[in-house]
């Protein structure tokens, strides 16, 4: 049986997308079937981070209806075990019906070893949908006190509907930026309240990646792009040591 994971973070702009892109090709480059499913309702962006613009019209509401199977899903260019199911742009989240929901993401553990789902901004009914069937939370978060305390709250809530593991991700991490806040990625732990799945540097190539088109994995081996496959080993169980965030990283 495949894994859920859901990727929260309640606020907005955080990196969930691209994180949840970044991990997603790391997986399925150490051999895993992955699932990328689409929870942004309304204002989907994940098939941009996959370097999948161009291909991504299947939504999971199209599967959901029973018109297509998920072997209809397109594949990622370069990557045939990464599949996705895009969001509909115009069904709200809370007319999703959540049996044919439940149905799906238990037709996509039997056939995939991971269902990432990306969930919205916000802890509305996108988000309790995303988390609504996941077996894993993987929160993401930036150093900001604004967003460690959304993180926090999503991550409370999320806890409240889901007995399961969640993991904090520190994305856009900048040497210099911690530096200035006096801060270390502890405090950022405390802050939230959760354990550490990895930090991810704060790194121009993930715009440039999703600019050309292309799934960061196969953009870049160095920074974001390592850490998020260093995420994706740690979530498979392996002990990855913590990546050393240089300072030609943060363009310093
Ligand atoms: N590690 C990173 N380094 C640099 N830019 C990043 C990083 N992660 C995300 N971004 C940028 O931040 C913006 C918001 O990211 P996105 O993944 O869309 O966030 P969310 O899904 O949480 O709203 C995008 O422009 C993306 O390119
Ligand atoms: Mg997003």
């Not at 999948?52 to 599967?63: I, K, N, P, Q, R």
């Not at 809370?94 to 929901?101: C, K, Q, S």
């Not at 439940?102 to 509305?124: C, M, N, Q, S, T």
Request: charged share 25%; proline share 4%; hydrophobic share 45%.
């Amino acid at each position: 049986m495949g894994q859920v994971l859901a990727v929260i973070s309640g606020k907005g702009g955080t990196g969930k997308t691209s994180v949840c892109a970044g991990v997603a090709g790391c997986l399925c480059m150490e051999g895993a079937r992955v699932l990328c499913i689409d929870a942004d309702l309304g204002l989907r962006n994940l098939d941009i981070s996959l370097g999948m613009a161009s291909e991504a019209g299947l939504t999971f509401l199209d599967v959901m209806r029973g018109g297509y199977t998920l072997d209809r899903a397109p594949r990622a260019a370069g990557l045939p075990g990464l599949q996705l199911l895009t969001a509909p742009v115009s069904v709200k989240a809370d007319e999703i019906d959540r049996g044919a929901f439940e149905a799906l993401i238990h037709d996509a553990k039997e056939r995939y070893d991971w269902v990432l789902i990306d969930a919205p901004a916000g802890v509305g009914a996108g988000f309790e949908l995303a988390i609504r069937f996941a077996d894993e939370l993987m929160v993401v978060c930036l150093a900001d006190p604004a967003s460690q305390r959304d993180a926090a709250r999503a991550a409370e809530l999320a806890l409240s509907r889901r007995d399961v593991p969640a993991r904090l991700v520190v994305n856009r991490v900048s040497p210099r930026l911690f530096q200035k806040m006096n801060a270390t990625i502890d405090d950022i732990m405390d802050g939230v309240g959760l354990p550490l799945l990895g930090i991810v540097p704060d790194d121009a190539d993930v715009t440039l990646a999703a600019v050309e088109g292309k799934p960061l994995c196969q953009y870049t081996f160095h920074g974001a792009g390592l850490a998020c496959l260093h995420i994706a080993q740690r979530l498979q169980g392996k002990r990855v040591k913590l990546m050393k965030i240089r300072r030609t990283l943060a363009g310093m």
